[in-house]
């Protein structure tokens, strides 16, 4: 509950001018609930309508996209890019190309970046776009079209000092690739900083694909270590599918981990002798086939419809890598029941707030994703630097200065929770520790 009477005038506030947007709202109140911790030592803040101003976007961009399917049909889709926060370096967040992608989406992960990108210590400031085209089921010739036409409009909005995208759910390096073609294109020249999670022959990085699932896992491992355990003998889900998740139960498993299930969004699989990696990674990345295929080519697994029946399977650590709200309080409650002792978040936002609040009184071990799935903006940021100097890092240099961004990351998060009298709570010091480092930045720029 938020208390402090600043940030309850600023969220109501927020709330009456924008009603219809209940993710960035969650997202705002969450974070709001830890900041209560130290707004009352800054009376500054409410002077200078510091929370009024973090809250509220610096530039919103709606756009149409239209393009041209195979049957020459012509379709619509909205594009947006909101940018958030520059007070400590260029605006830098993923594109996310899903059905479901709207205004609070794109507003609540804009959010969450201002603070994720905070923690990796790099330059860089809060933003997030996407559009509601879902790539799904279309030829690389709809894709591509779409991507063009999509960039024809963002170009004029980014660069590699303004505002940097990336990749997200439904925009992986086909998608970059095509729309750093098409910038290419239109401006003329070669701005490698521009996008990350580029093709590596035209100036992407080494170990970026695997950053976000291996940073979740670093950064898990530093929460485990701080309790006198590790992944090693432990039975793990791994919600998810994707790049992030693939990449997390990798790791996982070769930390001592056995994950045992994972899912789309239609449904999930059940490998009591361990997810076969080579299996899922042709299956996903090669095929692009659902993970129901999985059930059908590796025996002694099983495919469950619905994916939401994952957290009934028993394990002693959950990692929820899939999308937002995708654990209710029902299925952090199944968790519980099934004796695990840890759910560590590698997507934006996954547990609700009755599930996180079910699992911090149960007492299990909880990270948010802000602070544990950090490492995919961190490794884009390496791939800035590389790009400006010019220069390609070889993959173990680049993993290696991953692991040491997350180590630095739970060490800012654990010393923020002491310093608020909540030892070892990851989302308090993840948001504080994220939150001083912008607000000090806006005080000393002005009213801007």
């Not at 969220?11 to 705002?28: C, I, R, S, T």
């Not at 794109?106 to 879902?134: A, C, H, R, W, Y």
Request: hydrophobic share 40%; aromatic share 10%.
């Amino acid at each position: 509950m938020i208390t402090n009477d600043y940030l309850q005038r600023v969220l109501a506030d927020l709330q009456k001018n924008h009603p219809g947007e209940p993710e960035f709202l969650q997202a705002v109140e969450e974070i709001f609930e830890s900041l209560q911790l130290v707004v009352p030592n800054h009376p500054e803040w409410e002077e200078a309508g510091l929370m009024e101003r973090f809250v509220e976007p610096e530039r919103i961009v709606i756009f149409r996209v239209p393009w041209v399917d195979d049957n020459g049909k012509v379709q619509v889709n909205r594009g947006y890019r909101v940018q958030f926060n520059s007070a400590i370096g260029p605006y830098k967040g993923g594109l996310r190309f899903h059905p479901s992608v709207n205004l609070s989406i794109i507003k609540f992960l804009g959010f969450e970046q201002i603070l994720k990108n905070s923690l990796t210590t790099l330059p860089m400031g809060g933003g997030k776009g996407g559009s509601d085209f879902d790539p799904k089921g279309k030829s690389d010739g709809e894709v591509m079209r779409f991507c063009q036409s999509f960039m024809t409009e963002l170009y004029r909005h980014i660069g590699q000092f303004t505002d940097t995208p990336a990749g997200d759910i439904g925009v992986g390096a086909r998608e970059i690739g095509y729309m750093y073609g098409q910038y290419k294109k239109i401006v003329d020249r070669f701005e490698g900083g521009v996008l990350t999670g580029k093709g590596l022959t035209y100036g992407g990085s080494l170990a970026r694909t695997q950053a976000t699932g291996y940073g979740i896992c670093y950064f898990s491992d530093e929460v485990l270590k701080y309790h006198g355990k590790s992944f090693e003998g432990q039975t793990v889900i791994v919600s998810g599918s994707g790049n992030v998740a693939q990449y997390c139960a990798e790791k996982c498993m070769s930390l001592g981990g056995k994950v045992v299930a994972m899912s789309d969004s239609k449904g999930y699989i059940y490998d009591p002798n361990g997810i076969n990696l080579e299996v899922l990674f042709d299956i996903k990345q090669k095929r692009r086939e659902r993970i129901k295929v999985y059930a059908d080519e590796v025996p002694g697994s099983e495919y469950h419809e619905g994916c939401a029946g994952i957290w009934t399977v028993p394990c002693n650590i959950a990692m929820p890598c899939a999308s937002q709200n995708e654990m209710d309080v029902e299925g952090a409650k199944a968790l519980i029941a099934n004796g695990a002792f840890a759910v560590f978040e590698g997507a934006n936002m996954p547990l609700t707030p009755e599930a996180i609040a079910a699992v911090n009184e149960a007492g299990l071990l909880y990270t948010p994703g802000k602070a544990s799935n950090a490492g995919g903006v961190a490794t884009s940021g390496l791939e800035m630097s590389q790009n400006s100097i010019r220069m390609s890092w070889s993959f173990e240099e680049v993993d290696e200065k991953l692991h040491g961004i997350m180590k630095s990351i739970f060490n800012a998060c654990l010393a923020a929770s002491i310093e608020c009298g909540k030892p070892g709570d990851m989302m308090i010091g993840a948001n504080v520790a994220g939150f001083l480092k912008v607000a000090d930045a806006m005080m000393k720029q002005g009213v801007v």
